[in-house]
């Protein structure tokens, strides 16, 4: 799937490290925790001090112990429900989960704040990282893009229910390329029917690229694709729609020449109905 760039990456990485540090400051100052450091073997009481849990879960994410971390934050959680040391553990759980890479515990966390306190001023932060934890899961199209609805409807949620917070840009962003890489999988399962002269069911697959997905860049193969369709199934009016909406709006396209040429071969112009099914689909995508 498309990536950002690592230097955009790192932007990212550093806007949830500077948002986490200030989260932490909020706490009590670092406490003396030698003790524990130099005992692994140490573990938590019932009568340890929120504090002192909190601090412990934060010398161990500066020396890049995560799992160490999360472990405190998680006895914080437990040890001091509905307070506001529970608050901080549950954000520092998702942040010290996300980043070291265990994002379904991320998600888990994240979602679970998001859930218990939805307009906290840290609502947004966490959604953003549960977005981003599903996000840095989705697999190539050839597999299941559960991951990639999911993170769909994450950075959705930031851009609606959160419109002002700094996680906007990005989201909108990954939205893009999120919807890119779900029009993708249509487009290969398309592919797969109309391979096996199924052309039914890939023309429904193509259809949902237009409905769908026609802001994505799968639009200008999807509607070639629905040229050759149409054509094998004798419906020349929908073909030649398909390929003159494919040709008004992306003229220089190898897959409006392909398209073109084809039509041509059968002794046809491409001609757009507007009546057409097709034609009221495209022009309601690209206007909204």
């Not at 009481?45 to 412990?56: F, M, V």
Request: proline share 4%; glycine share 4%.
């Amino acid at each position: 799937m498309p990536l950002r760039s690592l230097s955009s990456s790192r932007t990212v990485a550093t806007r949830l490290a500077v948002r986490a540090v200030a989260i932490a400051l909020m706490a009590s100052p670092l406490a003396a925790c030698g003790f524990w450091d130099d005992d692994p073997g140490y573990k938590t009481q019932a009568t340890d001090p929120p504090d002192l849990l909190y601090n412990q879960g934060l010398v161990a994410m500066k020396a890049g112990e995560y799992s160490k971390a999360s472990k405190r934050f998680e006895s914080l959680d437990k040890q001091y429900p509905q307070t506001e040391w529970q608050k901080k553990a549950i954000l520092m759980m998702a942040y010290s989960n996300y980043t070291s890479g265990n994002y379904d515990d991320a998600i888990t966390s994240s979602r679970r704040y998001v859930t218990l306190w939805p307009t906290d001023k840290d609502a947004a932060y966490m959604t953003y990282i549960w977005a981003n934890s599903q996000y840095k899961q989705i697999p190539d199209i050839t597999r299941d893009q559960d991951r990639a609805s999911q993170a769909l409807a994450g950075f959705q949620k930031v851009v609606t229910d959160y419109p002002k917070s700094e996680y906007v840009s990005d989201s909108k962003f990954k939205i893009q390329v999120v919807r890119d890489q779900l029009a993708g999988k249509e487009m290969e399962i398309g592919r797969f029917y109309q391979k096996q002269q199924n052309y039914a069911a890939a023309v429904n697959r193509y259809k949902t690229v237009v409905k769908d997905y026609a802001q994505t860049r799968q639009i200008e193969e999807a509607l070639s694709r629905l040229t050759e369709c149409y054509m094998a199934l004798g419906l020349s009016s929908e073909a030649q729609t398909a390929a003159a909406i494919l040709g008004h709006n992306y003229p220089n396209s190898q897959w409006y020449k392909d398209a073109y040429s084809l039509v041509k071969s059968h002794g046809l112009e491409p001609r757009e109905d507007t009546d057409s099914w097709l034609s009221r689909t495209f022009r309601s995508a690209i206007t909204l």
